[in-house]
């Protein structure tokens, strides 16, 4: 049986912001943040697996979930998610210090805070983090303008998501983006990811700004910067490399994180960037072990 979940809201810089909650309160806790336009109830198959007993407390991102969205297109700059967790964690947390596990933007939210307040943090777990950062990390700089131009397009034309007249083709919908999703996953996915419209069918719980691609988001050397600042040890866990290009893009990559002080990896085979959905019991024994 899924262990059960509670919601409450609090209000953080002026959203109404969702955070779902497992385990007992006096339990050690742990804080789980959620990738682009994903929801808190995606941790719900990790937190079945968890052995040990933690008080798990997940935010829906603003414009996710049950969360406010922000006012106009411009309120998901990468480093409002960053500010969102520190006014979180100033309401919520009991201890000292908190861990922090992170999937794909959330990872980079978490690894960003821990370099930004490294006296808050005990330990960090990034999920597929790194994905964003060996696609995006190497823009040309003389590339600016145009990319700019299209920001300023895509903000003038916020194109709806795809709506589906029923339950199953929301599964059916999901099942094509990954294969490895049972079909058990992917009804509770479409629970929270999805609600039943005014106009019978099937909506997206998000913002559709979302979609607008912050220019600009990632520059290496202030990057690596936050990296060094960083205290806490960092495990990071990822999908095994299934192509020679996606081994060598990692290699590439991979002399950046020499800036984190104390880094480990851990690869996990037969699993995609939603790894939290393909191997959630893996990825909560390492949790387990990491952060216990």
Partial sequence: ??????????????????????????????????????????????????????????????????????????????????????????????????????????????????????????????LEGFGPLLRNGDE????????????????????????????????AGLQRLNPRLPEARARHLCAHWFRYGAQGDFERLGDPAYKVREPGRYRPAELEAIWRAVTAPVLHVGAAPVSPSEAEQAERFRARLNAFRDFREEAIGDAGHMIHHDQPEKLARLIDAFCG
Avoid at 9 to 20: E, S
């Fill in 140 to 171: 040309d700089p003389a590339e600016t303008p145009q990319r700019l131009a299209r920001w300023l397009d895509d903000l003038r034309d916020l194109r709806p998501f795809t709506r589906f007249a029923t339950e199953q083709e929301v599964i």
């Fill in 1 to 126: 049986m899924p262990k059960p979940s509670r919601s409450r809201f609090i209000d953080v810089h002026g959203l109404r912001y969702h955070l779902r909650e497992w385990g007992p309160a006096d339990a050690p806790q742990l804080f789980m943040l959620h990738g682009w336009l994903d929801t808190s109830a995606s941790f719900q198959f990790i937190v079945d697996a968890l052995a040990k007993e933690w008080h798990v407390v997940a935010p829906d991102w603003r414009g996710c979930g049950l969360s406010d969205w922000a006012t106009g297109a411009n309120g998901y700059r990468f480093i409002d998610f960053v500010a969102d967790l520190d006014r979180i964690l100033e309401q919520v947390k009991t201890a000292e210090t908190v861990n922090l596990v992170g999937h794909s933007m959330g990872a980079n939210v978490a690894c960003h805070y821990a370099g930004i307040r490294p006296a808050l943090v005990r330990r960090v777990v990034s």
